[in-house]
């Protein structure tokens, strides 16, 4: 019965096309990607509602929605739970909860009913030896044109880091627009990569050519000031 039930579960790549799926949520039904053409979309799932962890993940997504959506990015949970056990608890934090100062917190992403677990299998949410009846943290970081650009996972027992979530779609989206890449902890202001030449000759024209704000380690390290 594992066997099988393993084999029911796939996982997008990075740079596969996002599975497609239609849903109920607790913002109205959804398809996507149709319903996001255009967008970053950060598809987020958690193992229950009413518990703790999921409790403080959603408050601070929530409290983070404008920043992403002026990223042009739109948030999605889901869960292995019903509409009704989501209202429910979206209620519940709204109403009574208060955390780090946040509270009256209403949560206005969509949620998504899963509890035939069809989203959560196609994109590998599901992890039969952390549990079968819950979904573990899965992150997905969707572009604009539906391809799968970046995968977190966490375990069921810790919660995520939304400020790095947003860090990383920050870095992809400078990548994409300036044809660079991002250092380690690279934050947006701090200086970034000219990606590396691909031949003998490319790389002693990128050490003695002048360039302005361009400064090299190596050949293969160049970097470009960014203040």
């Known amino acids: 019965m594992e066997e099988e039930f393993k084999q029911q579960i796939g996982m997008p790549l990075i740079g596969d096309d996002a599975p497609k799926f239609k849903a109920k949520t607790t913002m109205g039904d959804i398809n996507f990607p149709e319903d996001y053409k255009g967008k970053w979309v950060i598809l987020f799932s958690h193992p229950a509602d009413f518990t703790p962890v999921c409790t403080t993940e959603f408050m601070t997504f929530a409290s983070m929605q404008n920043e992403f959506r002026d990223l042009n990015c739109e948030l999605i949970g889901l869960s292995i739970d019903s509409i009704y056990a989501h209202i429910a608890w979206l209620r ?65 027992s810790n919660g995520r880091n939304m400020n790095e979530i947003k860090r990383l779609l920050l870095a992809m989206q400078k990548s994409d627009k300036e044809q660079i890449a991002t250092p380690a902890n690279w934050h947006p202001g701090d200086d970034v990569i000219i990606p590396p030449p691909g031949s003998c000759g490319l790389a002693k024209e990128r050490m003695e050519k002048e360039e302005k704000g361009k400064y090299c380690l190596d050949w293969f390290m160049c970097f470009r000031k960014e203040k």
């Not at 109403?95 to 196609?122: A, C, H, Q, R």
Request: hydrophobic share 45%.
């Open 92 to 156: 519940t934090i709204k109403e009574k909860i208060e955390y780090k100062g946040m509270k009256n917190i209403e949560i206005m992403f969509p949620v998504i009913e899963d509890l035939k677990m069809d989203v959560s299998k196609k994109f590998g949410m599901v992890q039969p030896n952390a549990s079968t009846t819950q979904a573990v943290r899965a992150v997905f970081l969707i572009d604009p044109k539906a391809k799968v650009r970046a995968i977190l996972y966490y375990p069921l």
